[in-house]
């Protein structure tokens, strides 16, 4: 028997039933291909998505990645539910008010260039979502094995991520 490497044991089984579960599999792959180098696709990914509090809850839940999902969203956090709620919630345990102040300064002097991204990126989203109904339905209807299914998702994944970087 093979050994799964190690891309294949980090990827969540559920990313291949839940829509949900593959897009915060998408923004977390996005992240580790190096965020920093595009802070503001990034940005507008988890503003565009929705998955910032799926994202931190699953951290939460398991351990793994809640520094990376804490440093990459600490804006995003600031702004969606507000200061005050980041700062008393468990996430404003772990940041600093140094971080917070970062990322809102990134935010603020990026705004425009952010908020231009979230349109097109929500209307991936969407089509991703539709690509990902269809497989799922014809994985249901016994059109696909798993195999066959958890493939053409990994393509999906693969081509969604690819398209990110696509200029807007």
Known sequence: MTEPNAAESETPAEMYDDYRAFLRQAVREYYDRGWKARRGNFIALVLASGQLVGLASDSLKDGSG???????AA??????????YFLSGPVGIVLSAAMVASAIAYLVKNQKEIAGKVGPYRTLIEQMRSRFEEIQGGYRG???????????????????????????
């Open 75 to 84: 804006g995003v956090v600031a702004l969606r539910l507000g200061l005050r």
């Open 142 to 168: 016994g059109k696909y094995d798993t195999a066959g299914r958890n493939l053409m998702i990994d393509g999906l994944l693969k081509q969604f991520l690819e398209q990110l970087d696509a200029p807007v």
């Open 66 to 72: 809640f520094r990376k999902a804490a440093f990459g």
